[in-house]
């Protein structure tokens, strides 16, 4: 497997494209990290700028650069790899162009000290779902719930961030935008969930008076969305591309598997409200790039290949000019009661590879492959697994719903 940033840059293992060009930040509280999956840093206004270059950020850079693995996050692509699969680290050190790589490093193949070349933003938690291997820091859905049955101990202004450091961090980010978006290539808006936060809308109306022609803008989107809304932003972003402020823009639609089965795990999502959205999307709009991408838990494996084959079947709408649909997927640690690595060795094979089989990718495939290896390099845990059993039966309480009928082979004793 060939890995340009190692080969083009001399830069040895561990080393990972991410950590030097990509930076999540997490508005309402006030955090940043390498990505989604590493430890967060503090930030403030006043040292907003600095979000990039975090001391953590830097420890963690230098440490792989003396060729030792960071922590912080770092093991979960380290678990993956260990276990023969492919991971994200390996994934986007293969196929990252010079744009992604900051451009310190065309000088200094050990800077450490760089620029973002990939940022990713979580505005606020405002979100009408509450998907159960998420939280009130991602959904303010699941935010009324802890409060409403005092479920955290812990304070949820502080995990969460309060409205006016939110707003003047938010100044803060919107400060460093209009100096340095023409410098970034890739630009992802999350949430909660984007299409029901004014920020997107905002976020547009910049790129209509900030052209960034190299700029690849992605949002998450659960496509809970009211449909004419859904069209009239969608005509927006693909007008952006088409008039030159913006080299792409892609939809990135969050779902995980199919059926009932999916509506459980991502509490408050309507299915043929989704679909159909999702068609109007891949059908109408074919200069937006469409992917979709789902989080990986124990509930969703076995009904993976349904979700499959609705991609494949909705590939069959898009033109030569366009680009296919594309699955990808990441994989819950935590809580580790959801992590799938805690059932017997080979559990779930059946299920991964009828995926593998109906994939049409050669990338997916191997991200696929490396997900039932590392699952299957886990250590059987049946107390782990009473636990996920008694959290649904406590989601079920609270929220009126049912697992048992949707997830028989889990209704019985693992020992």
């Not at 930076?23 to 967060?40: G, P, Y």
């Not at 693995?69 to 390996?90: A, F, L, M, V």
């Not at 998420?134 to 969460?160: A, M």
Request: aromatic content about 12%; overall charge negative; proline content about 5%.
């Amino acid at each position: 497997m060939t890995n340009n940033f190692k080969t083009i840059y001399k830069m040895p293992d561990p080393t990972c494209v991410y950590k030097w060009g990509w930076s999540t930040i997490f508005l309402q509280n006030r955090t940043t990290s390498s990505c989604h999956r590493t430890a967060s840093d503090s930030i403030t206004p006043e040292d907003f700028d600095n979000f990039h270059n975090t001391p953590s950020k830097l420890k963690a850079r230098q440490a792989m650069l003396d060729g030792n693995w960071p922590g912080g996050g770092c093991e979960y692509c380290k678990k993956i790899e260990d276990s023969g699969g492919i991971s994200d680290r390996q994934d986007i050190n293969r196929i990252a162009n010079k744009e992604l790589i900051p451009v310190e490093i065309t000088t200094d193949s050990r800077a450490t000290i760089v620029s973002p070349t990939m940022v990713e933003v979580y505005f606020s938690n405002l979100c009408n779902m509450s998907c159960i291997y998420c939280g009130p820091k991602y959904s303010s859905t699941w935010e009324q719930e802890v409060r409403k049955h005092k479920l955290y101990t812990v304070d949820l202004d502080t995990l969460i961030g309060d409205k006016d450091s939110y707003q003047k961090i938010l100044a803060k980010f919107w400060e460093w935008l209009d100096k340095n978006a023409s410098n970034i290539v890739k630009y992802n808006i999350l949430g909660g969930e984007p299409f029901y936060q004014p920020e997107l809308e905002t976020n547009i109306a910049f790129f209509e008076t900030h052209p960034c022609p190299k700029l690849n803008l992605t949002v998450f989107s659960n496509l809970k969305v009211n449909h004419d809304k859904f069209v009239r932003i969608l005509t927006q972003l693909s007008r952006l591309v088409e008039i030159g402020h913006l080299a792409s823009v892609q939809i990135t639609c969050s779902l995980d598997c199919w059926g009932p089965q999916q509506e459980y795990v991502r509490t408050g999502l309507d299915l043929i409200q989704w679909e159909n959205n999702f068609d109007t999307l891949v059908k109408e709009f074919q200069k937006i790039e469409v992917q979709v991408h789902g989080t990986m838990t124990s509930l969703t494996i076995k009904t993976m290949p349904d979700l499959v084959k609705k991609v494949n079947d909705i590939n069959q709408y898009r033109t030569v000019e366009s680009t296919p649909v594309f699955l990808t997927y990441n994989m819950v640690f935590n809580p580790p009661h959801l992590n799938p690595d805690i059932f017997p060795n080979g559990f779930f094979d059946t299920d991964f590879d009828e995926v593998i089989n109906l994939l049409t990718d050669s990338r997916t495939k191997d991200l696929i492959q490396g997900y039932k290896q590392s699952i299957n390099a886990g250590t059987y845990n049946p107390t782990l697994i009473g636990n996920l059993k008694k959290y649904l039966n406590e989601l079920d309480t609270r929220r009126g719903t049912s697992w048992k009928p949707l997830f028989p082979w889990l209704d019985k004793e693992y020992e």
